[in-house]
């Protein structure tokens, strides 16, 4: 069974700063990592994915995510952040496969204050 | 259509009422998802059909719950004899065909129902 862990319910950061959302996983094989922002009343808009490859992977609106296989993580982060990035984040996993679910995490609430 | 479009937007049921939630995912998408989102909760998954075929259905929480997709485009789902339970935001995805798994879901925007 595939799994998905996102230790913080909230993250507050002052605008400017850098900011970095955990995100730790669990799964048989190679995963498929993503990244999703849910802003209120709206749908999950998809943010990045690792499939393979290089570790740092960049996305939408300057956030980037780092693989880290020793360490089955897959941390959001962003280098200056953004009153607007106030949202929910949500952590996925996959396994590489014709079919597979798409198993999220509980979600991460960011805080950017101005 | 440009996105996934879910309706109702919001729902409020009686306890034993049926429901019934819609999904017309994007043109030409052949993989449909649905999840059901708790509060304070990630998504999680229900339901799976790969064009009209139900392809995967072992999160569906229990016999009351029922999802179609006839023609391999709208998909609809269906809740008998709500229960309060139930409440929940319900959201649908779509997403191209792809043997290696890579492919991005897009959500609609969901259907929040509150069962009474």
């Known amino acids: 069974a595939q799994s998905v862990a996102q230790p913080e319910d909230q993250v507050n950061v002052a605008e400017g700063n850098p900011l970095t959302v955990k995100c730790t996983y669990s799964v048989s094989g190679n995963p498929y990592l993503f990244w999703y922002v849910q802003y209120p009343n709206r749908g999950l808009q998809f943010l990045l994915k690792?499939?393979?490859?290089?570790?740092l992977v960049k996305g939408s609106y300057g956030f980037e995510a780092e693989f880290n296989k020793s360490q089955t993580s897959f941390h959001l982060k962003k280098p200056s952040a953004l009153v607007s990035d106030s949202a929910l984040y949500f952590c996925a996993v996959r396994v590489p496969s014709g079919y597979s679910t798409l198993t999220f995490g509980k979600g991460t609430m960011l805080l950017v204050s101005p | 259509g440009a996105g996934v479009s879910q309706s109702p937007r919001y729902k409020v049921a009686k306890r034993g009422q049926d429901v019934a939630l819609r999904c017309d995912p994007i043109s030409g998408h052949v993989s449909l998802f649905w999840y059901q989102q708790a509060l304070g909760q990630g998504p999680e998954f229900l339901t799976y059909f790969q064009n009209e075929a139900q392809l995967d259905k072992s999160g569906l929480p229990s016999d009351r719950f029922f999802a179609e997709r006839p023609e391999g485009s709208v998909s609809t789902l269906k809740i008998q004899r709500t229960q309060q339970e139930d409440s929940a935001v319900y959201l649908c995805?779509?997403?191209?065909?792809?043997?290696?798994?890579?492919?991005?879901?897009?959500f609609g925007a969901g259907s929040r129902l509150t069962v009474l």
């Open positions: 995805a779509s997403s191209l065909v792809d043997p290696s798994g890579a492919n991005v879901l897009t």
């Open positions: 690792y499939i393979t490859g290089d570790n």
